[in-house]
């Protein structure tokens, strides 16, 4: 059987990414042939992560990117990223409890800059006016459109097929 595991979570820059093993003896059929692996923030699940045609073979591993984990799109604070390997349980696996991993990321608000400058020449001088910066008000982690490498849905699959002994064959 197969058995997937996290085996790898790094941020660099803004994207995340997540490396998913099948450590079993056995290759993954997948969803349709599709591995589908869930993502989310501080234990709440936001989607799903997977390349169209790709099940992990036996000892193979696979590196999924999910970007936008920046001040934009997320806010300033530290967030727990979960990872859940085949997160419906489309596989029958050895072990359905090693599938998950999480990783705290922590992004700092961009640097203030004042707003409004204006500079006033004068005789033997320079004035200097300005506003005081004002960091953009952000809400609490909901998941921005602009993050890429995540999905809310399977992709949709015929619903009709003919069951030979050896094959299925898609009408």
Do not use: C
């Amino acid at each position: 059987m197969p058995d997937f595991v996290v085996s790898d979570m790094v941020l660099y820059g803004d994207t995340l990414g997540v490396t998913v093993t099948n450590q079993g003896p056995a290759d993954s059929p997948g969803y349709w042939g599709t591995d589908y692996h869930g993502w989310g923030i501080d234990g709440d699940y936001y989607g799903y992560v997977a390349e169209t045609g790709v099940a992990l073979t036996a000892g193979a591993s696979y590196t999924y990117e999910i970007t936008g984990f920046n001040f934009d799109n997320l806010g300033d604070g530290t967030f727990l990223v979960n990872f859940w390997a085949d997160v419906d349980n489309d596989v029958a696996e050895a072990d359905e409890t090693n599938n998950a991993d999480s990783l705290y990321i922590t992004i700092d608000p961009p640097p203030v800059a004042p707003r409004n400058l204006a500079a006033v020449a004068g005789e033997n001088e320079v004035s200097l006016f300005w506003q005081t910066a004002v960091l953009p008000e952000v809400l609490p982690p909901l998941v921005s459109s602009a993050m890429g490498g995540i999905s809310d849905q399977k992709i949709n699959q015929p619903l009709y097929y003919l069951q030979s002994k050896s094959q299925n064959v898609t009408l």
